[in-house]
């Protein structure tokens, strides 16, 4: 089943929502969480703070995609952008980098995700999305170049600031990490964000101001969604209901 370009949809800020799925769902796990919102546009996993399974990626993968669901892919750790590539190679369509800090590292995700001539990724693969579709390597590479959709997440004062550098061609999404943020916050207090996380959010909008990035938000409670579209979020990654 083709599923729908979110990169375009991102690009165009329309509202875009996520919802959190088990390391390790079944096929059946995922229909069940999917229904239960029919404006969720895609599913996530995480393997930065749940085991790294790689055959759970790719049959996760697999099962979404059998039901017309993109996944998202919270690597491991920031260090394992070099592995971007054979991670999407197993099926995800969104790739996220946790605790990003260095414009380095956002150009290796950059060179990792996209194929020549955007990037350097490596062919192959025979569980990649829609592979079967698109056998010919020059239209499938073309293809996922303008589908695939890259966030950079921002978990420090430091990483707040470098936001308008990691605004490069090929990032879609700066996700916003709370809780690290926190640890930063409480040991700088003199800081000018320091004051909340709201001044850190309030802010990191500002910077991307007349960007082609969106800030993607995290909701722990579906019930406050409203909250966070009156912020300005267009991207909002969900917890189940």
Known sequence: MPLEN???????????????VPWDS??????????????YNF??????????????IASISHDAAEL?????????????TWQIGNWL???PTMIEVPQTEKVSTAQEAIDYFYY???????????SRIEINDRPDRLAYASWWNTFGVLWLQVESLQAISNIPK?????????????ADLSFDREANPHHPLSISDQACIDHAFKLLENSHVQLVLRNYNWRERDKFIEMGAKVILERPK
């Open 166 to 178: 990691f605004a490069l061609p090929g990032i879609d999404c700066i996700s916003w990490g709370p």
């Open 43 to 56: 599913i996530s996993i995480d393997s930065q703070h749940n085991p790294l399974d790689e055959s759970k």
């Open 89 to 91: 190679d197993l099926g």
């Open 116 to 126: 020549s001539p955007a990037g350097k990724r490596s062919w192959g693969g025979t």
């Open 6 to 20: 979110l990169k375009d949809r991102i690009r165009k800020g329309k509202l875009t929502l996520g919802v959190s």
């Open 68 to 80: 017309g669901i993109p996944v998202h892919f919270r690597i491991k750790h920031t260090n394992y």
């Open 26 to 39: 079944t096929k059946e796990e995922i229909q069940r969480i999917w229904s239960q919102d029919k404006d």
